[in-house]
């Protein structure tokens, strides 16, 4: 087996999830992720955890859901209970087809979600994480050969978590400090105000409240945005493709948006409710181990020398107790290169420029 | 797919588990039988269940049993929880290599067995049902190439079930009411007490309390064999070939034996306590669907025109109330073929000669 997959497994096992002796840890393993299972069962051996391997196939979901009468059972106990008394969830994603979810009808597979609502919040109550094996279904989504694609991976994956924490650690605290951010760069010159704000440091590990590995971005709630932004970074969204988006705002809200392709798709995004016209996140990628543009948000959001913004919903964990943030029933990300002719400030104070950071080698002031 | 997996899971999930909406069924998912649980969730699907699938892989478990220390927590409750509140168990076995056990050390497999006996308890309190995927694995086991042997798996648990155990009726009700059976063919005369034991109608369905699919046999739990016995169909214990063996039985006991191959093997059995030179079980197999022997003890006993006798312990549904029966560590069936040269007596009336049996055509009078 490559020895990439055991590594995997114990950035996993040790870094993102925390497992300890005696943890009982539910397993979840796509039916192309076999052996990412098997290097992680030999992880929590080792650890002295406990596992039960649950088996996640869109073939056996579809076929479920598409013969079923559509009125689900709600949340059955023998699942709630389960996961209520598990301590971590480990999401060992890896399809064998990734177009199979579309062999159930929509509806019923709304509904399916639905009756599984509880099931869901017990999950996202233990020390969960999700991360993804390498499969050909995968790599044929990204467009690439499955050797290229696992070097993509495993490159996003395999890095020294413990340095990129404590790098990201530095944006978190220029960003927690901070009142107002502005970006700037070819057809955008974008405030907004993160005053009062928490940024999440998020660095592949439970223990920074951070669920998905590969990480590597801080992201914060911004509001009240002046100005213009462009996004370049190709993105799919619900099927349909979107592709340089510029958007204008006024007084903190979406009052003027463009795109070169799937405009209609965009005007369904930010027209959904009055909260998809303000922004819910800023986000800054920070993970040079991702060097391309895969049209994955998982990846994608995470690259360094991004920077992204989301419409729609702001997470919790960076508004102050009390405060409810905005809200909407979408979270949009969209993504800009801010690789070159760019720079982002932090109170007047340029914090990237062209991609490098305050503190890093190769980072001019003007 | 395959029609005959979808016939499969229809048999599976109504003759033998019953399943009616609104169960909670965990279905435990072998690493190669994912095409019968794609047909399983359909079927579960029609008829309004709750499913949960388990991943079980030997692959998976020897990793973990493996680089665990050994020292196994006991039962842990996440899973008892989830056994517990599930009204059936659907195991679908069908592995990917029959030999992966084996890359586990022995004592450690035993030690995480022994920490797992309460979970086991939970499951076999549910309405549990355990059948077999034809895998190229266990084609190679069989050794037969993997058409054929899916020929014989469908052939074996594509019966007319119902039609089936009607017929297996017949039989229990003659050893209900019997007192002694008498088996005689080539090097073979045995007589066995029944008094007050009651048969059990293996009919492959909880409703008959018969947990594997196929199944096809009618048991019973004798007692006070004396006389000789020869099993002529070959067998393996515990890895060891065992041949052509030779029992004889006086007071209840075997005095003597031997084996044409493997007879140290056969020593280690009957020697290994009081409760194995005794008989635990006669069978009888009457699944004319199963038309050879593999050496699988789940097929080979219950085939058409054969007789197996087990030394060791006795199943207690044969039992009268409050009593334990024969007791041993071990169960071993052995199986003697009675298609030609044979007869069976129940209280001196010839109930099965040359494989047919008295309600059949082709039975003959002497």
Partial sequence: MDQRIHDHA????????RIEAGDDVVVRVDDGAHDLAVAVAEKLGERGANYLATYVSDEVESAFVRSHDGDFDQDPDFETAMLERADSVLSLRGKSNAAEKAAAPG??????????????????????????????????????????????????????????????????????????VRLVKEDTDLTMSIENRTAVNSAASVAYDSHNLPSGEVFTAPEDPEGEVYFDVPMTHDGARIRDVHLTFEDGEVVDWSAEVGE????????????ARRLGELGIGMNRGIDRFTDSILFDEKMGDTVHLAVGRAYGSCLP??????????????????????????????????????????????
Avoid: C
Avoid at 10 to 17: H, I, R
Avoid at 264 to 275: K, M, N, Q, S, V
Avoid at 329 to 355: F, K, L, P, W, Y
């Fill in 10 to 17: 114990e950035v996993l096992v040790d870094w993102s999830a």
């Fill in 107 to 180: 509806e019923k597979r709304a509904a399916y979600k639905q009756s599984r609502t509880e099931i869901k919040a017990r999950r996202m109550d233990t020390d969960w994480v999700s991360t993804i094996h390498p499969t050909r279904a995968h790599a044929q989504q990204a467009g690439m050969g499955i050797g290229e694609y696992r070097d993509f991976v495993y490159d996003a994956v395999l890095r020294d978590w413990e340095s990129l924490a404590d790098e990201m650690a530095n944006m978190k605290e220029i960003l927690d400090e901070g009142s107002e």
């Fill in 264 to 275: 209609a798709a965009l005007e369904d995004i930010l027209t959904t409710d009055e909260g």
């Fill in 321 to 366: 107790e009390g405060e409810d943030g905005n809200q909407s029933a979408v979270h949009v990300d969209m993504i800009t290169d801010v690789s070159e002719d760019s720079r982002m400030e932090v109170d007047g104070e340029v914090i990237q420029r062209n991609g490098r950071f305050r503190w890093e080698d190769g980072f001019e002031q003007e």
